[in-house]
């Protein structure tokens, strides 16, 4: 299993580390402002954001990147159903401006595929620039069958497959199948108290 506790990743020229770790209840607020300063206000009415809406992220893949305490990156992947086949929706990706072009981005995807690839997911899909994602082997060669459950261009909508051939036949709508929120902040909850004895 990945360990995603603190990771310190060497930065080849510039300032600090950064560390990739799971996403923590209290990085929220960060979270949201650094969503809010990428993709803009409306950035809710997004497509994506469609198969996000209620739901929870798939355990053990929200991952934060932080420098200096700081959060500084984000990525999360959530369940869906690729017309009929299980795969997982990456998105947002997103690193604050000011840390760019240092590995944040690859990191967060890295430590992210590693993870879903250990936990036994099959296959990834995203919403994004090509010539960004290529990079982590997503292409359009499996999804040009599938559509989402609202407007979007084409050329951006990505696979990988995880296991080979797990996106073959996948045809149809890509539609959440992840637990909702609620239900999985209960889980959690009771899932922290029990916990509670052993971290005294
Ligand atoms: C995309 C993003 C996450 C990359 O983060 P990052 O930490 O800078 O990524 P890395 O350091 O791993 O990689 C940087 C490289 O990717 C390139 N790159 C960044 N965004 C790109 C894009 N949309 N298309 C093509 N290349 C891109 C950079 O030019 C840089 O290239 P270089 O290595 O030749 O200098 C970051 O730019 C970001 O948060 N952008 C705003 C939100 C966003 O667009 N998210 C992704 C949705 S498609």
Redesign the pocket.
């Known amino acids: 299993m990945t360990d995603l506790r603190n990771t310190p990743v060497a930065l080849p020229s510039q300032g600090a580390p950064f560390a990739i770790r799971a996403e923590r209840a209290s990085d929220v607020a960060a979270r949201e402002a650094l969503l809010d300063a990428?993709?803009g206000d409306n950035r809710h009415e997004r497509t994506c954001q469609r198969l996000r809406d209620g739901r929870a992220p798939a355990e053990g893949l929200a991952l934060s990147a932080v420098r200096r305490g700081r959060l500084i990156?984000t990525v999360r992947l959530w369940h869906v159903s690729a017309g009929g086949v299980p795969a997982l929706i990456l998105g947002?990706?997103?690193?604050e401006q000011s840390?760019?072009?240092?590995?944040?981005?690859?990191a967060l995807m890295a430590r992210a595929l590693a993870a879903a690839i250990e936990r036994g997911h099959r296959a990834v899909i995203l919403l994004?620039?090509a010539?960004?994602y290529a990079r982590f082997g997503f292409s359009t060669a499996k999804t040009a069958d599938l559509i989402l459950p609202g407007s979007f261009e084409r050329e951006r909508l990505l696979g990988l497959e995880l296991q080979d051939g797990a996106l073959d036949g996948a045809w149809g709508m890509i539609v959440p199948t992840g637990a909702s929120a609620s239900k999985a902040r209960g889980v959690r909850g009771r899932k922290s108290a029990r916990l509670v004895p052993h971290a005294a």
């Open positions: 990428c993709f990156g947002p990706l997103a690193v840390c760019r072009k240092l590995g944040v981005g690859a994004g620039d010539p960004y």
